[in-house]
C-alpha cells in the first residue's frame, strides 16, 4: 500500500541548542488521509557521569482526520540516551 507523510518544522534555536517551534504534517494512502499542527520542542539535554547524555523533547497538538471528521489531540514524549 502506497504511504506518505509530509512535515514541517520550522523553529527557533536556542544557545543551548534546543529548539521550539510549530509542527504541521500531512499523512495518507489508499484508505486515509489526515493532518496535524502542533508544538515541539526538543534539543534539551542532561549530561551526567563522564559522556553520558540523556536527550528531551516532546510534542503536542491536535489531530483531524479527514475521512471521518474527528478531530482528536496527540501528545509525544522524545527520550534518548547517549553514553
Known amino acids: 500500500m502506497p ?3 509530509i512535515e514541517g518544522r520550522p523553529y ?3 544557545e543551548g541548542g534546543m529548539r521550539v517551534g510549530p509542527n504541521f504534517a500531512v499523512a495518507g494512502g489508499d484508505d486515509y488521509l489526515k493532518a496535524r499542527a ?3 520542542v526538543t534539543g534539551y ?3 551526567f557521569g563522564e ?3 540523556l536527550f528531551f523533547g516532546g510534542e503536542a ?3 483531524f482526520d479527514f ?3 474527528d478531530l482528536a ?3 509525544g514524549v522524545h527520550i534518548g540516551f547517549f553514553y
Do not use: N
Open 3 to 5: 504511504q506518505y507523510w
Open 12 to 14: 527557533y534555536q536556542f
Open 38 to 40: 502542533g508544538l515541539f
Open 45 to 47: 539535554e542532561w549530561r
Open 51 to 53: 559522556g553520558r547524555r
Open 61 to 63: 497538538g491536535a489531530e
Open 67 to 69: 475521512e471521518d471528521g
Open 73 to 75: 489531540p496527540f501528545v
